[in-house]
């Protein structure tokens, strides 16, 4: 996850079993590296009547040649930049708009933009083309992918499905559009919680793919749960021994944790979250220093993620390809449950 440098926090990063133990002072001059680390809290979407207002413009003295390229194709297209907080900070900063799952798919959802551009991962992208069929929808790196996504293949959802006329099935966006068509609700790490308590009472939940969030959203809403045994490669390599060496190294750290991570992780962390709500929480907190678990930096990154480069970005917008490309049948089933939980989304918390 990155943010530019600008605020008085430290970012520490828990030692992953693919990295060293890391951690980020902002206001001291930062070598490269580590300001992909860093949370920009003077860039964090304020709270409003529009929760997910887009982005002021980066002015263009302070961005280089070829992101001044790819605003000026971003006008000629008529298009609009969506990216995912994991995204590199280049991208970010000539992005229109940088979230989460959940407010990445609002975005979508309401834009009137006539090309949407995704910088994220191909599921994040697929989600847009199914809210805007007419749309033309690419993306950087058609290849993408997501551990989880890939965890889940439609076939074998079906099949245990057939098994229970009675299961309910929830998805969380991390999966293709053919389980979002077999789904009854999508849900995101920003809304699962609510989505879970708003199910039918009278049948039996199936949860897919992440084991790890169905596991978390079980513990909040205490809803019994059938879980699919999927999980994201990247976050379950945060591990308990992993936090507790860092807690002991920055003991008045809070330990802000993504709701992907195991349970021997989430059971140390004083916050389970979204990425989004984590730029929320970090900005909140009087603590001077957080230790992040989440994919961030070059600590623990998700490769699926970083595939997508400034280069990439610009060359499918010059080329208006790679496209997402759906069958309007496809389509037509996979819009329904998402709509369902934009909807429930948009309902008041009942707390
Ligand atoms: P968010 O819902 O926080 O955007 O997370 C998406 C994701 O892929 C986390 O790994
Ligand atoms: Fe998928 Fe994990 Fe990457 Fe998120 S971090 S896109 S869940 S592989």
């Not at 860093?38 to 003295?61: C, M, S």
């Not at 860092?246 to 059971?267: N, S």
């Amino acid at each position: 996850m990155h943010r530019a440098p600008g605020a008085d926090h430290q970012i520490a990063a828990p030692q992953s079993s693919l990295s060293s133990t890391a951690l980020h002072q902002i206001d001291a001059p930062l070598p490269r590296s580590y300001v992909d680390c860093v949370l920009d809290l003077t860039e964090v979407q304020p709270a409003g009547i529009d929760r997910f207002p887009l982005r002021k413009p980066i002015p263009p003295a302070r961005l280089d040649a070829l992101s001044r390229e790819i605003i000026a194709l971003k006008k000629k297209l008529n298009a609009i930049i969506l990216a995912h907080n994991y995204q590199v900070p280049e991208i970010q900063d000539v992005a229109d708009y940088v979230g989460d799952s959940l407010g990445l798919s609002q975005q979508a959802a309401k834009t009137d933009a006539e090309v949407i551009v995704f910088c994220g991962v191909h599921f994040m992208a697929e989600t847009a083309k199914i809210l805007n069929p007419h749309k033309l929808v690419i993306l950087p790196d058609k290849d993408a992918g997501c551990s989880l996504e890939q965890s889940c293949p439609a076939p074998k959802l079906k099949a245990l499905q057939d098994t229970n006329s009675n299961f309910y099935t929830i998805a969380y966006i991390n999966c293709s559009a053919d389980v979002k068509a077999l789904s009854d609700v999508i849900c995101t790490s920003g809304n699962a919680v609510k989505i879970v308590n708003a199910s039918p009472k009278d049948r039996d939940l199936l949860f897919v793919p992440d084991e790890n969030l169905g596991a978390w959203v079980m513990e909040q809403t205490h809803r019994p749960m059938t879980l699919w045994r999927g999980n994201c490669y990247a976050h379950v390599e945060f591990t308990h021994a992993s936090i507790m060496r860092i807690r002991g190294e920055f003991p008045d750290a809070p330990v802000v944790a993504h709701p992907e991570c195991t349970k021997a992780v989430r059971m140390l962390a004083d916050e389970i979250c979204s990425t989004e709500k984590m730029v929320g929480y970090c900005k909140k907190t009087p603590a001077k220093q957080i230790i992040i678990a989440t994919e961030n930096c070059r600590c623990n990154e998700c490769r699926f993620m970083k595939m997508n480069t400034l280069e990439k970005l610009h060359d499918c917008m010059a080329d208006r390809s790679p496209s997402v490309e759906l069958s309007p049948e496809l389509i037509a089933r996979a819009r329904l449950p998402i709509e369902r939980m934009l909807q429930i989304s948009a309902l008041p918390n009942q707390d």
